[in-house]
């Protein structure tokens, strides 16, 4: 037997929806919010655009650099990091977005000397005045593969 879609069943349906509809529009403005907040909060920021900044990890060191006349987006720059241990491998170098996702771009390095290296990258533009970009690097040393993160800002 089939039944007929009545009145009240129809407001149930429609009250039910627009109770769906409120969460959802309400969870996504908050989670953007809060996401937005939290990204500023929680990132300490040393420009390798504007000086060159030391990150440590147990007893290891890297000094990393950026070097361009003028840093913008689709221009190419100059990254350059060393090492407290000469005997370091760059395993992977990349560059991602920071405070919005951009995906991952390559930064390919070459070893200069030992501990010291060297390559060339660039940067995509994006919708936002200014833009947080990591340079992540991962490494290996005495066996274990570490990973470092040097954040830049890249205005447009």
Known sequence: MRERLTGPKLGQILVVLVIL??????KTYKDGQSSTTSVSAN?????IGHEKCTLEQGDLSAVGQLTADKLQPESSFMLSVSFSDPD??????????????????PALLKQTA???WQGQAMVGA????????AWVLEVEHEGQTQQFKFFFEVKR
Do not use: N
């Not at 509809?21 to 309400?26: D, E, H, K, Q």
């Not at 560059?95 to 771009?105: F, K, Q, V």
């Not at 994006?126 to 970009?133: A, H, V």
């Open 21 to 26: 509809t409120s969460a959802f529009v309400y």
């Open 43 to 47: 990132v300490e920021l040393c420009d």
């Open 88 to 105: 370091v491998k760059v395993l992977k170098s990349r560059l991602e977005g920071h405070s919005m996702y951009m995906g991952t771009l």
């Open 114 to 116: 030992p501990g010291e």
């Open 126 to 133: 994006c919708t936002e005045r200014q833009m947080i970009w």
